[in-house]
């Protein structure tokens, strides 16, 4: 099973972790509700797992008025 990362708002691809410690490295850090916010599991086992990226964070620092909005690009 790996572990795919994912920008929330814009979809780039931040990072993944392969191997099977890798469901344990991020779900044991979750709670339940952050489990069910932001984890899915695909039909082959892989968690995808959504986080922000450098860039939105710069964007959503600089325009902390986005933090409303499930997405702010265009």
């Not at 984890?39 to 964070?57: A, M, P, W, Y």
């Amino acid at each position: 099973m790996n572990a795919h990362y994912y920008c929330r708002y814009c979809g780039y691809k931040v990072g993944s972790i392969e191997g099977e410690e890798a469901q344990e490295m991020v779900l044991g850090n979750l709670t339940n509700e952050e489990q069910l916010e932001m984890t899915h599991f695909d039909e082959n086992g892989n968690l995808f797992v959504k986080t922000i990226c450098e860039s939105c964070q710069d964007t959503l620092q600089h325009n902390p008025h986005y933090y409303e909005y499930d997405t702010f690009l265009q």
